[in-house]
Every structure is written in structure tokens, then in C-alpha cells.
């Protein structure tokens, strides 16, 4: 309550005070002038992605260093825009595959198989779809590179997502159906932000993972069909085949560059303002801070007009009362069994009809000497998966602990990590190709950490994720337990966080072996080596434009990682779900 004085002044006073709330600080000064700034620069790298195709032969991709910050804008753009489409794809399909068994029955498998489908994959089969969409125009090689970046960024955030609805605490949703919450209300008021800790360092992941495997998607070569899109991708893979170190360091500096302004202006401020979605019942002493975020909490103006938007949503919650939304799915789950059985019957048959397809599409050029060629290769590198998941989950998850634990160590770590998981594999070609050239040692062994760079990073940020999540509340009580040691790990840490290290190591399978396209068969300048194993056997097929063997290598790929996945990670999902839930 504001008390001002009662005499002639007092319409002045009023009139100040009302002024006061409306006119700007300093704070409103600062956010203003980058909110202006990154609407000018989305509208300067908007408008060139829909100049004719043509200018790309005109003006081509260029190793000057002063064209570096146009195509980092380019390359950011293409990044948030395939983040924003990944973002509205797990809300939607994460979702509906953990709210209906039906629809589970058909969404976690498929995406067992197109995460395991190589990026270069993708783009043989999208990039003439595109093309032929938008003739004439830059929009349409745009499109397909986005796409590409896409599939290297969603299947991970929408096995985050997934995961966490499958886990909301069971006291917690007893809750929320005693106040008779809507379905629409549970997600945004319970499930959305219950799963908002485990879904940014996802995100954030997936802004790393889509750095990988930037090259492929903007210097596009399938068959006869060459397309090099400025970005800093193209500009890395034009460094890499004229052997310039100098560009290479360029190209790495403004990467680095580009993922600390992102940090610092977009994922830190989100990490610090999902900080009170924890589950705990005792407030944390550490919390995650940004400036950013301050100083949009300190801003007057910016409130004032962002207050219509806060008042539509609020309203937006209201919507439904009582039993709607997601009720019908859960009585469908158990209504009619013989539904259920006629549903797996139709998916059952709908696969059969499938891979019938795609063996009489393979059988018109290829015999099954191929076949056992690519299972060959399938079966080396599955090796190879299964050993690096084991290497990097014994190093990263002590350190993700650590990290998760500590908001001020993980405010320092962040961009450091976030740089080390978007370090393109291509930059390290060079050393390792010098390297093993010069020494003679065996290409199917040396080039194998390569594939360490598409695998370790999804452990440690979903292991920073639980960790980050863990409730303070049952680390207290640890600690007046006086639990130590290996007995605090078993009973108490690997608990807590075993379903977020579970997706961070389904994902991590799914992304090692798309590395092993890039990291089987390995160029610079005219130096090849390739290793023996499936991803050199797809990267050969698409470099020479062989669809039928591309089809078959992403078939056989397909079914490892989905076989490995039934056998052993859906089980420790349905284990995680059961035993180890904070009810």
C-alpha cells in the first residue's frame, strides 16, 4: 500500500508516481537495444535466404575472414529456426506418445529408427524435395538444410520429454486431479515444467549436435547435386578441402564466438529462470544466475508492456474444467483390450508391407553379397558404440554430477561445454588423417574416437540435467545420514538420476551412429581413409549417388539400433518409470 499526501500537490505527486511506473530505466535502455538489434539482424538474414539460386554460382562461398560474421548470422538463423521446429515437434509427439500406449506403439519406435538415420541420409531423399519446392530460389536449399539440422536435433529433446512426462511424481498428479485440473492445465501447470529442467539441457544438446553436423547440411553434395549455402559449415568444409589451417582457425574462432553469445543471451537466462521448477520441498542455497535475466527483472517499461501478453495467458490456463483433455486417452488405455490387439496387428502390418517395399526396391540392383556386406559393417560398428557409451558414461557421469550439483560451477562450465559439443569432428580430420598416415597405424581402430564427439555430450547434459533437478530436500537427508562414499552413489545419486542418464545414453547410440558416417570415412584434401564398419559404407554410397545402397545401409542401420534399443534401453526405461520415480 502507497500512502501520498492529501493537499494541492497531490494530483502532482500521483501524476509522478504514475510516470515513474511508465517511463523507462536504464535497465528498459539496455533490453530495448538488444531486442532491436536481434529483430534487425533476423530481418537482414531472412531477406537473403530468398535471393535466387542463381547468386549462390555468383557470388560463391568465400574463405575471407571478413565474410565470417554474415555467415554466422546465416548459420545461427538456420540453428533457431530447425530448434523452434524441434521444439513444436516434441511438445506434440513426445507428448501424445506418452499420453495414448496406441500411439507409443508407433511414435518410440519410428523414432528409434530416425534417430539412428544418418543426417546424409536425409538429405539424398529431401534435398531435390525442396529444391523442386521452391525452383529458382535459395528458400528451397534453405529448407533442406534446416531439415537436416533438424534430424540432428529432435529426437533427442523428444526422448528428454517423453521420458519426464513418463515420471512426474505420483503425489504430485494425485494433486492436481484433486483440484479437478483440466488436461490442458496438468501439462502447463504439472508436466510442462516438471520436464523444463531435463528439456533445456536437452535443447541445449541439441544446439551442440546440430554444430556437428553442420557442414553436411550446408555444403550439400548428393550425386550430381553440389550446393554450398554461406554459412560457416560451407566456409569449414571449403577450409578443409584447400588444406587451409588459417581459415579452419577462423571458422572454429567464430563458432566459439557465436555459442558464448547464445549462452549468455538466450540458454543461461532460461537455465536460471527454470531454477523454481525443481521438485523439492526446501529451497535451494545455490541457484543458477544470469545477467540477462536480472536485468530483465529489473526493467519497468518492458513489464508494462509485456503485461497484456501475461494476462492473455493466464486466462489462456483457465481453459477446460474437470475430466478433459488427456482423460480419454488414459480410459482408452485400458477399455478395450481387443483394440489395443487390433491396433498392433495394423502397425505389425503396416511394417511387414514396408520392408517388403524397400527389399524389392533394393533386390532390382543389389544381391545379398551387399547384405552381408553392410550387416558386416553393422555389426563392426555397433562394436564400436557399445564400447565408446561404455568409455564415455564411466568418465562423464562423475563429472555431470559434479557439474549438476554446484549452479555456480555449471554457470562457468556451460559455454565451455556447449563449445566442446559442437567442435565439428571435421576440424579434428586433419590431425588424425597427419597422424595416421605418418605412423601407419590401422584406420579401423584410430579413427573410432572420432566417434566420441557424437557420443559423450548427450550423457553429460542429461546428467547435468538430473543432477541440476535433483530435490536439495533428499540431499540434506543424505547428509544427515551421513551417507558417503559408494553407498551415496548407489542409494542415493545413481537413483536420482538414472532416467535422465538413460536418455542421455539412448541418444547418445542414436548419435554415434550418425557420427560414424563422418567418422568412418574421413577426407583432407586428396588423403581418404575409411574405416571398416556401416558409416563408411553409407558415406561411400552417397557420395557416388547409389540409392539403392544408401537405402540399404540406413535399413540395416535402422534395424541394429532399434534391436539394441528393445533389448536394452526400453527396459531400463520401463525400470526407471517404475522403481526409481520421486513419489
Partial sequence: ????????????????????????????????????ALIALVLH??????????????????????????????????MFAAIIASL?????????????????LIIIPALDILQSVPVLGFLTFTVTFFMGLFPGSQLGAECASIFAIFTSQAWNMAFSFYQSLRTVPGDLDEVSRGFRLSGWQRFWRLEAPFAAPGLIWNTMMSMSGGWFFVV????????????????????LALAIDQKNFVAVAWAVAAMAILIVLYDQLLFRPVVAWADKFRVEQT????????????????????KRLAAPLVRGWQRLMLVGTGRSGWASFRRA???????????????????????????????????????????????VTLLRVIVLIAVASLIWVPIGVLIGLRPALAERVQPMAQFLAAFPANVL???????????????????????????QWYILFNVIAGASAFPTDLREAASIYQ????????????PGIFPYYVTGALTASGGSWNASIVAEFVNWGNTRLQAYGLGSYIARATEAGDFPRVVLGIAVMSLFVTTFNRLLWRPLYVFAERRLRLD
Fill in 1 to 36: 500500500m502507497v500512502f501520498l499526501p492529501h493537499d494541492r500537490s497531490g494530483q502532482r505527486s500521483v501524476a509522478a508516481f504514475a510516470r515513474g511506473r511508465l517511463l523507462p530505466n536504464l535497465y528498459d535502455v539496455i533490453a530495448c537495444g538488444l531486442v532491436i
Fill in 333 to 379: 488405455r485400458t477399455a478395450s483390450p481387443w483394440i489395443d490387439r487390433l491396433w498392433l496387428g495394423l502397425v505389425l502390418a503396416v511394417t511387414t508391407w514396408g520392408i517388403f517395399l524397400a527389399i524389392a526396391y533394393m533386390r532390382q540392383t543389389l544381391s545379398w553379397t551387399d547384405a552381408l556386406e553392410a550387416l558386416g559393417g553393422g555389426l
Fill in 283 to 302: 529451497a535451494s542455497q545455490q541457484r543458477p544466475r544470469s545477467w540477462v535475466y536480472d536485468l530483465v527483472r529489473h526493467t519497468r517499461l518492458m
Fill in 216 to 235: 553436411a547440411s550446408e555444403a550439400i553434395t548428393v550425386g550430381d547435386t553440389t550446393v554450398q549455402l554461406p554459412g560457416i559449415g560451407s566456409f
Fill in 429 to 455: 580430420f586433419p590431425f588424425a588423417v597427419i597422424a595416421i598416415v605418418a605412423t601407419g597405424a590401422s584406420p579401423d581402430i584410430w579413427l573410432s574416437p572420432l566417434m566420441v564427439l557424437g557420443t
Fill in 88 to 104: 513444436v515437434f516434441t511438445f506434440t509427439v513426445a507428448t501424445l506418445a506418452a499420453k495414448s500406449r496406441r500411439a507409443e
Fill in 45 to 78: 538474414g531472412a531477406s537473403a535466404m530468398e535471393t535466387p539460386l542463381d547468386a549462390l554460382s555468383v557470388s560463391p562461398v568465400s574463405l575471407d575472414p571478413a565474410r565470417l560474421p554474415d555467415y554466422a548470422l546465416r548459420t545461427t538463423l538456420r
Fill in 483 to 494: 551417507i558417503r562414499s559408494w553407498t551415496w552413489w548407489r542409494w542415493v545419486m545413481l
